[in-house]
């Protein structure tokens, strides 16, 4: 006869993954925020969360670049994320992460836990950094996604589509968190990686920010 706690384990029915990507100004975190709040009209149980290195537009808010919002908690890192959610995880059915690519690998293995515990799982994040190069995590969670989708931007040269973010500046610090004015979506044909654009304006890193781990990038 199975145990109890087998028969328990295989009542859960894992959930899905969900990955929204694509370059900066591509509406990357409005998806997500349009994604959860009808999840919450539908009165799945919500949680939201975002790095601290992200403080833009709203501390303690998933926001995008057209000013909408959404209630989240701030983390430093997975383990803090995961520290915070577990304790309250029965009450939670739908998990937000914005601004995927600041976490480190370790947010691939607590999305397959949280996928198998039942829940459904949505990130968003960049999928290239300002050099063109893959964005780790980011393509480890499309691999293991139930749904990956793609957006792409304009293009604020040609106005073609872009898929790439431009750095605006000579600036090539690892992180370099900012939007207008330090950033543009470009297509293929205009992006140019590392190039110095005279007089772009850059925004620093706020003081107290935390980088989870020298690699971190923002592009």
Known sequence: MASAGLIAHAAVHPERIEVITGPMFSGKSEELIRRLKRAQIARRRVACFKPDLDVRYHRNAIASHSAQTLEAVTVANVEELK????????????????????????????????????????????????????????????????????????????????????????????????????????????????????AAEQLELPVGARAEEPSATKA
């Open 83 to 198: 520290a915070v959610l577990m304790p309250t995880i029965e009450k939670v059915e739908v998990v937000g992460i914005d601004e995927a690519q600041f976490f480190n690998g370790s947010l691939v293995s607590l999305a397959n836990e949280l996928v198998g515990l039942g829940r459904r799982v949505i990130l968003a994040g960049l999928d290239t950094t300002f050099a063109g190069e893959p964005f780790a995590p980011i393509p480890d969670l499309m691999a293991i996604a139930d749904e990956v989708t793609k957006l792409s931007a304009v293009c604020m040269q040609c106005g073609a589509t872009a898929v790439h973010t431009q750095r605006l500046g000579s600036d090539q610090s690892l992180v370099l968190v900012g939007a207008a004015g330090v950033y543009e979506a470009r297509c293929r044909a205009c992006f140019q990686p590392w190039v110095d654009e005279h």
